[in-house]
């Protein structure tokens, strides 16, 4: 089946502990890219990858690095997580191009206390 | 800079009426639009894309490219309706993907 996994679903962690939220997509799609998701705020773009290596910021990203070392995984690393970043995320992957659909992860939320 | 800005964040309805969900768009080339929207609960997916021209669940989409609009419309809303609806547009050469603030509508009985 066709999809994006996301792991953990849920989270629970202290100020300054280093996480990773893993994301991986079985559809050998070149697009990757991690959003928050706030009330009120809707969804913000935090990374986006074109393809292996190559990685560019979105509108969000103080707080949290990306790799893209493999075209099927997009890890999402906090390295020192504070409460602001208590959110929901998620991940999404596409093929290539302006007209392609985005597939969605499942979501991981995560409180940071 | 792109940008998507829907202005409602509660739209409320009751069963049977029209339903038009806003959205605006600022984009200094010609970008692609979608819907996608996300039930209680549920992942985001895809509702309708600009370019496909379709009619999903009742709802459809007009491009006014004078306006900078993609209003989502739907004549006869149902309680099943009742979702977050993000509109999205992707842009440049590689189509990033970007999300306005969605808006959330509700469908009364």
């Known amino acids: 089946e066709a999809q994006v996994t996301q792991n953990p679903r849920y989270l629970i962690t202290v100020t300054g502990k280093k996480l990773t939220v893993t994301c991986s997509q079985n559809?050998?799609?070149?697009?990757m890219s991690w959003y928050r998701q706030d009330p009120g705020l809707g969804l913000r773009q935090i990374y986006y990858?074109?393809?292996?290596?190559?990685?560019d910021k979105g509108d969000v990203p103080e707080g949290y690095k990306v790799s893209r070392k493999e075209k099927r995984n997009f890890p999402l690393i906090l390295e020192s997580p504070s409460p602001n970043q208590t959110s929901l995320y998620f991940c999404?992957?596409?093929?290539?191009?302006?007209?392609?659909?985005?597939?969605f992860g499942q979501g991981t939320r995560l409180t940071v206390v | 800079a792109q940008r998507v800005t829907q202005p409602e964040k509660l739209l409320s309805v009751f069963k049977g009426a029209p339903v038009e969900l806003k959205c605006n768009y600022s984009?200094?080339?010609?970008?692609?639009l979608f819907w996608y929207v996300q039930y209680s609960r549920q992942r985001l997916q895809l509702l309708l894309r600009?370019?496909s021209r379709e009619s999903i669940k009742g709802f459809t989409a007009d491009l006014n490219k004078g306006e900078t609009s993609f209003h989502l419309k739907k004549p006869f809303a149902q309680e099943e309706d009742s979702a977050m609806y993000y509109c999205?547009?992707?842009?440049?050469?590689?189509?990033?993907?970007?999300f306005g603030k969605g808006t959330k509508l509700s469908v009364k009985p």
């Open positions: 999404a992957s596409s093929y290539y191009g302006v007209t392609t659909e985005a597939f």
């Open positions: 559809m050998n799609h070149e697009y």
């Open positions: 990858s074109m393809n292996v290596e190559v990685t």
């Open positions: 984009y200094s080339g010609s970008p692609e």
């Open positions: 600009h370019i």
């Open positions: 999205a547009l992707r842009g440049g050469s590689q189509g990033n993907l970007i």
